[in-house]
């Protein structure tokens, strides 16, 4: 068997935040997880978004530590269209998160912003440009 991708884990040290910012994008997170250790939720077509509290890590991994510098994964959200782009970035900062990038039109035909979520991770928001043609 081949293995497949099927599950992207994220490691909070807000449990009730980090569901909070990902309900905000449309992820299915289970009503009354925002206290739980694990929480999963499934996607459509199947893929699983998993969150574990720190604490969780450091119960099989003593040694583990938050990281420090840059992102190591980064999550992207398509977006409807450009203006959705806008529209979800100024939600989610309104509501208190931190735009880490500003919406703006990309060089490779995306409308293109980037939102920390609670623990500093970036989450890249973007929809495709209509083609030159179509504009």
């Avoid at 970036?122 to 043609?133: D, E, H, K």
Wanted: glycine content about 10%; overall charge negative.
């Amino acid at each position: 068997m081949t293995p497949r991708l099927d599950s992207v884990g994220i490691v909070t040290s807000d449990m009730a935040a980090s569901l909070d910012f990902y309900r905000r994008l449309g992820v299915p997170v289970p009503d009354g997880a925002e206290s739980a250790p694990h929480v999963e939720a499934t996607l459509p077509g199947g893929m699983r978004v998993l969150w574990d509290t720190e604490e969780v890590i450091r119960s099989f991994d003593p040694e583990w530590t938050r990281p420090q510098g840059g992102d190591r994964v980064g999550l992207a959200f398509l977006c409807e269209s450009p203006a959705e782009v806008d529209t979800v970035y100024d939600g989610l900062v309104a509501a208190g998160y931190t735009g880490s990038l500003k919406p703006w039109n990309a060089e490779w035909g995306q409308r293109y912003a980037v939102v920390l979520d609670p623990d500093g991770c970036g989450v890249s928001l973007f929809a495709f440009l209509p083609a030159a043609s179509e504009a």
